[in-house]
Antibody, heavy 123, light 110 residues
C-alpha cells in the first residue's frame, strides 16, 4: 500500500527537542522530494520544510529556520524532522507529504499525505 | 516576511460560480510563483486541486480552474456543489525551495 506514516510526536516543554519521522512504503522513496507541513489547532496549513530526492537542496520556513533540520535516509525510506528549541507556537499536527517532483524548486504539488503526528509544546 | 493573503471566508449558492484569490503582501503573484491550490475538509489531509497556476491533477473535476487574475492567483469553482463546502489554501513558491501557504478561505455552499 502506498502510504506515509508519521511518528515521534508528543508533549514537550518549551526549549526542548523532538525528532519526527515519516516512514514511506509502496513507492520508490528516492524518486521524490518530501516536505513537512503543519497545522496548528484550529489554524491553517503552514509549510515547514522540504528536501530534494537526494538531499541536495533543503528549504525552511522563516518561523523554523535555524531551529529545525530536515533530513532523509533513502536506504531506510524515512524522512526526519529534528526540532530544537521548541516554542509553544510550534504546537501543531505535523504532516509528512510527498512532492510529485524530485526537487523542491516549485511547479508541482503534494500528492500523498500522512495522517500526521501531534506535537504539543507546553510547560 | 512575505505573507500570502486569501479571503477568510466566501459564500456561494449551489450551482453558482465563485472565485477565490491568492495575493502577496508585497508585490504581484505571477506564474513564476507556481501557484497551487488545495482543498481540505475537517479531519482530512489536504488534496491538490490546481498546480503550476492552472493545471489540474488527474481526477480533479474540470469545474475547478486556476488562473492569474490581475496581480493575484485565482481559483474558480463553476457549478458549486454541496461537497465543495471546505477550506481552500493556496501556496506559492518564493524561490530557492521556499513555499508559503496562504491563510486559507472557508467556502460555504448554501
Amino acid at each position: 500500500e502506498v502510504q506515509l506514516v508519521e511518528s515521534g510526536g508528543g508533549l514537550v516543554q518549551p526549549g526542548r527537542s523532538l525528532r519526527l519521522s515519516c516512514a514511506a512504503s509502496g513507492f520508490t522513496f528516492d524518486d521524490y522530494a518530501m516536505h513537512w507541513v503543519r497545522q496548528g489547532p484550529g489554524k491553517g496549513l503552514e509549510w515547514v520544510s522540504g528536501i530534494d530526492w537526494n538531499s541536495g537542496s533543503t528549504g525552511y520556513a522563516d518561523s523554523v529556520k535555524g531551529r529545525f533540520t530536515i533530513s532523509r535516509d533513502n536506504a531506510k525510506r524515512t524522512l526526519h524532522l529534528q526540532m530544537n528549541s521548541l516554542r509553544p507556537e510550534d504546537t501543531a499536527l505535523y504532516y509528512c507529504a510527498r512532492d510529485v517532483a524530485a526537487t523542491i524548486l516549485g511547479g508541482w504539488y503534494l500528492d500523498l499525505w500522512g495522517r500526521g503526528t501531534l506535537v504539543s509544546v507546553s510547560s | 516576511q512575505t505573507v500570502v493573503t486569501q479571503e477568510p471566508s466566501i459564500s456561494v449558492s449551489p450551482g453558482g460560480t465563485v472565485t477565490l484569490t491568492c495575493g502577496l503582501s508585497s508585490g504581484s503573484v505571477s506564474s513564476r510563483h507556481y501557484p497551487s491550490w488545495y482543498q481540505q475538509t475537517p479531519g482530512h489531509a489536504p488534496r491538490a486541486l490546481i498546480y503550476d497556476t492552472k493545471t489540474r491533477p488527474s481526477g480533479v473535476p474540470d469545474r475547478f480552474s486556476g488562473s492569474i487574475f490581475g496581480n493575484k492567483a485565482a481559483l474558480t469553482i463553476t457549478g458549486a456543489q454541496a461537497d465543495d463546502d471546505s477550506d481552500y489554501y493556496c501556496v506559492l513558491c518564493l524561490g530557492s525551495g521556499i513555499w508559503v501557504f496562504g491563510g486559507g478561505t472557508k467556502l460555504t455552499v448554501l
